[in-house]
């Protein structure tokens, strides 16, 4: 997820509700507002508030309750200000979508009429060096979302290099991973890697060597590229929070209520389309990564589009960073969530 913001100088959590203006449009806002559809009374999450966008849409949209939830302390802070505009309809939560169940338990909720999620790093993470996600900019080598846990210099600098190459595989899908990784763990023998431009100047010069002999080619991607976004996937256990994200919107989404999930990388929106595919019948394959079962379960979902939603050049053009977006959005049947029953099953 980067959602385009208004650049800001980036202060103390605690000052951030000062210092926003909430002018900027999130990626595929219009598509994403559309298939929620709001309307007035109703309930509507947006589990991924980043910079508030979707969230000032849905309450502009309607007369509805917007419940926000990010795991960011800056992110619920810099929301503040935007939610005195709207008194008793934006509630902000600090923790993760994937607790969204607990956290609408909490606000006196069991059930809700829609829910966005907007995937990845937002934009006021990714515009701000001191958070260390972005590798055009030099700052620290962090990438926490939720500003705790272990930092991405403290992993770079620890793991062994096979596990390093693993994870720049497996969540960057980079061809070149066993090669970075040597890289990098002979770049630490001879001082830690804790900036965001020393580590993408080892993984450009490890492309650098690879591409001399072919053609000289024009890439519009950086070569750190994937490796920054394995780094940042592994950090933030990003694809386990999905999977339980989309769960928790299964048990909490009413019956005839929205699910819109943007997502900006091949991982997430392949196990957004598996989810559901399967939980809406239209996967007659099934999944390599679920063992057979003759057990039939009632659809929970409707696709109310079979292919993903793309932006459109016009807004690629204004936004370069919506270039692979892709939105896929479902509507919620009566049936029980098949966690649900995988719960009961096992008591």
Known sequence: MTREAPRHNYKSAENAVTDNDFSHTPVLLEAVIDSLSPESGKVYVDGTLGAGGYTKALLDSANCIVVGIDRDPY??????LLSKGYPDRLHLICGHFGNMNAHLSDCGLSEV????????????????PDRGFSFGQDGPLDMRMSQSGK??????NSLDQDDLADIIYKFGEERLSRRIARAIVAARENEPIETTTRLAEIIRSVKRNQNRSKKNKRNKIDPATRTFQALRIEINDELNELQLGLNEAEKVIKPGGRLAVVSFHSLEDRN???FLRQRSGNDQRGSR?????????EPTWRLLKKRAIKPTEAEISSNPRARSARLRIAERTAAPSWSSLSQEGQQ
């Open 272 to 274: 957004v389309k598996i």
């Open 289 to 297: 990564h679920r063992p057979d079962s003759t057990e039939y379960r």
């Open 113 to 128: 009429d829609g829910v966005a999620l907007d995937l990845g790093v937002s934009s006021l993470q990714i515009d701000n």
């Open 75 to 80: 992110a619920i802070s810099y929301n503040k």
């Open 151 to 156: 930092t991405a210099s403290e992993l770079v």
